[in-house]
């Protein structure tokens, strides 16, 4: 089992609706977690982390996290061509993150 | 505001040359500093960490290494490449604000694509 997996997609969403991307992890006592957007031949940026239980919110971005159920996931509302990228999920432990290998979303005009 | 600088872009090396890839970080002191590797429609590898000068570790055993000769810059070094070693090589850096914490995020550089040939 990995540490953390990811659907690798590729995720097929309509422009203009909510594109739903999920991340679960293995170890209980993980912390912190979070979400980096990666376009085709970029390096990946940081859209959001959380810490706790519950969901947060950033413009059309929402992270929700279940350490009960160990998943985290992130909403993306009004979905735009220009949000289609590999999504990156990364749990932290100590000095480093464990990475999930990258769900591809693809918004379909 | 800080800024991390990768070099070159992207780099062209026939097996059994020698690599050196630089990464710089403006604007932080004392960061924590990371190597990755993506090969082609795959994730992350992290190759090595440092925490700092001249603290370097290992992740994977390879035919590569990492030095971090000062503070703020990172070097990724090969003596001999393997046609394995083509991927995309990603820096990156964290603030050293708990050096216990999980909680500090990772920023990236723009990476350098090496390809072995």
Request: with cysteine.
């Amino acid at each position: 089992q990995k540490e953390v997996e990811q659907n690798s997609g590729p995720l097929s969403v309509p422009e203009g609706a909510i594109a739903s991307l999920n991340c679960t992890y293995s170890d209980r006592g993980s912390q912190s977690f979070f979400w980096y957007r990666q376009y085709s031949g970029k390096s990946p940026e940081l859209i959001m982390f959380i810490y706790s239980n519950g969901d947060k919110e950033d413009g059309r971005f929402t992270a929700q996290l279940n350490k009960a159920s160990q998943y985290v996931s992130l909403l993306i509302r009004d979905s735009q061509p220009s949000d289609s990228a590999t999504y990156l999920c990364a749990v932290g432990r100590n000095y480093q993150l464990i990475w999930g290998a990258g769900t591809k979303l693809i918004i379909k005009p | 505001s800080q800024t991390i600088h990768q070099w070159p872009a992207t780099l062209v090396q026939p097996v059994g040359s020698p690599l050196s890839l630089e990464c710089t970080v403006e604007g932080t002191s004392n960061p924590n500093l990371y190597w990755y590797r993506q090969a082609a429609g795959r994730g992350l590898q992290l190759l090595f960490y440092s925490v700092g000068i001249g603290q370097i570790s290992s992740e994977v055993p390879q035919n590569l290494s990492a030095s971090r000769p000062q503070d703020r810059q990172f070097i990724l070094s090969s003596k001999k490449l393997l046609l394995s070693d083509s991927g995309f090589y990603l820096c990156a850096w964290s603030d050293i604000l708990n050096p216990e914490s999980s909680y500090n995020e990772q920023f990236f550089g723009p990476g350098t694509r090496l390809t072995v040939l």
